[in-house]
């Protein structure tokens, strides 16, 4: 993405609160939460916060900080089954609900965050 598209979406403010939003979702749900070790979500809060930004044309923290995002590797250690990807699904619909966005915006934004819970899934396995 770019930085027009950024600023559209109301820059790091919007980002900010989908992953505050999304890792509130997280410590509310059994089957997200056994996927994130920590008792203090706030360092994985920033890095989904960072990888947001960076995505969607914002500054490139992230990179400068953990290098490439290479989601399905740093996703493989965790069983992500159909069942953990809807509950994903749900945590994030609350997040991007929390952000206000136009019509159009959260189309795109939600657009994208289903076709990388779909490709995060790694077993069917339950």
Same mark, same amino acid.
């Given at each position: ?6 600023? %559209?979406?109301? @820059? ?6 989908? &992953? ?7 410590? &509310?749900?059994?089957?997200? !939460? ?19 930004? %960076?995505?969607? @044309? @914002? ?7 953990? @290098? !490439? ?8 250690? $965790? ?7 809807? !509950? ?24 994208? $965050?289903?076709?990388? &819970? ?9």
């Amino acid at each position: 993405m770019d930085k027009q598209t950024f600023d %559209q979406l109301g @820059g790091e403010q919007t980002f900010a609160t989908i &992953a505050r939003v999304f890792y509130e979702g997280v410590k &509310a749900d059994p089957v997200l !939460h056994e996927m994130y070790p920590e008792e203090d979500l706030s360092a994985a809060e920033e890095r989904l916060r960072m990888f947001l930004v %960076q995505y969607w @044309g @914002g500054p490139t923290e992230y990179q400068e900080k953990r @290098g !490439h995002p290479r989601l399905r590797m740093r996703h493989s250690p $965790f069983k992500i089954n159909p069942n953990a990807k809807q !509950h994903w699904l749900a945590a994030m619909r609350n997040a991007v609900d929390a952000a206000n966005l136009s019509e159009a915006d959260d189309a795109l934004v939600w657009d994208y $965050f289903e076709r990388a &819970a779909l490709a995060m899934v790694n077993t069917f396995e339950d």
